[in-house]
């Protein structure tokens, strides 16, 4: 069976970056402002506050697991009323030891191990649109061993140790989408897939995107009338069907122009378009540029 998630992951091909220890003790703040890559952390002990904008401020407690796809603006902070100090990301340098915000001696009120990684997809902002802004997990014992493992694995310098960091961030990924899944998750693929009748249609244009799909055949995959599907997939997925189509077709077209030498007809062909001429204009409206010279210089990319 396809499993869409797993497809969406594969694309983004993640890559593990850098991780730390994080503490804080008495009154504390820091706002970081917008990083544009996937950041997570997990709460060892104690409590503290995140809140990441355009979103209501939470409360993380020991055994929680945070992860944001795209890591907007957020401040981090104890519970006390505080002007916090800003940080950019991009500019400051990575630090080498634990960070300890707040009170810099005795013990910490709340310890945390965080970081980041990227994505090297050439298409990553168009399929981090469809996860969740933030994903919170409470009770994750499962991300928290996966992030500590992540953690001795950054900070060791063994064989083999970008392999390895790959498939932990890859398990980290799916372990925390999956736990994200149901009804309350937000608009998006998640909560498409948690809906049994809308999941059907998912997995069909993920597994077979070079069929001629139309609103009323995805319909019937689904066991729905027309306009119940549309309105129900609308609603669920935050997209209207055809424009979820496309936007999976264009993220699999980018896989395959970037890395391999396919020809623009076959390339077409894999996605459901009719002629590479077809193929060309619709890359060409969607992407802003034409397929050939998106190879050209994608097949340059690291």
């Not at 990553?124 to 997990?137: E, F, N, R, T």
């Not at 989408?177 to 998750?185: E, H, V």
């Not at 396919?262 to 077809?278: C, H, K, N, P």
């Amino acid at each position: 069976m396809t499993d869409p998630l797993s497809q969406v992951i594969e694309l983004l091909r993640p890559r593990a970056v850098f991780s730390k220890g994080i503490s804080g003790a008495g009154r504390w703040g820091v706002r970081y402002s917008a990083f544009d890559q996937p950041g997570f952390c997990a709460v060892i002990e104690g409590r503290c506050r995140l809140a990441v904008d355009g979103e209501e401020p939470i409360s993380l407690e020991a055994g929680d697991f945070v992860l944001l796809p795209a890591t907007p603006a957020f401040t981090m902070s104890s519970f006390d009323t505080v002007s916090p100090r800003s940080i950019d990301p991009k500019v400051a340098p990575a630090p080498t030891e634990e960070v300890r915000h707040g009170r810099p001696d005795g013990p910490p009120d709340v310890r945390l191990l965080g970081g980041y990684f990227v994505f090297d997809s050439p298409d990553a902002a168009l399929l981090v649109s469809l996860l969740p802004v933030i994903v919170h997990v409470r009770d994750a014992q499962r991300l928290s061993v996966l992030v500590r493992l992540v953690g001795e694995e950054a900070a060791a310098q063994q064989a083999g140790r970008n392999l390895v960091l790959t498939r932990l961030v890859e398990v980290l990924l799916v372990e925390a989408l999956r736990a994200t899944q149901g009804k309350k998750a937000p608009p998006g693929l998640l909560r498409g897939l948690a809906d049994a009748r809308i999941a059907i249609a998912i997995r069909r244009m993920h597994g077979d995107p070079e069929q001629a799909w139309t609103v009323e055949k995805l319909a019937e995959e689904a066991g729905m009338s027309r306009s119940a599907f549309f309105d129900r997939f609308t609603r669920t997925v935050g997209l209207r069907p055809m424009e979820y189509l496309l936007t999976w077709r264009m993220a699999v077209a980018k896989d395959l122009l970037r890395g391999t030498d396919m020809a623009l007809d076959e390339v077409a062909r894999r996605i459901g378009y009719g002629s590479a001429s077809t193929f060309s204009t619709a890359f060409s409206r969607h992407v802003g540029q034409p397929p050939g010279r998106y190879a050209r210089v994608g097949s340059f990319a690291p």
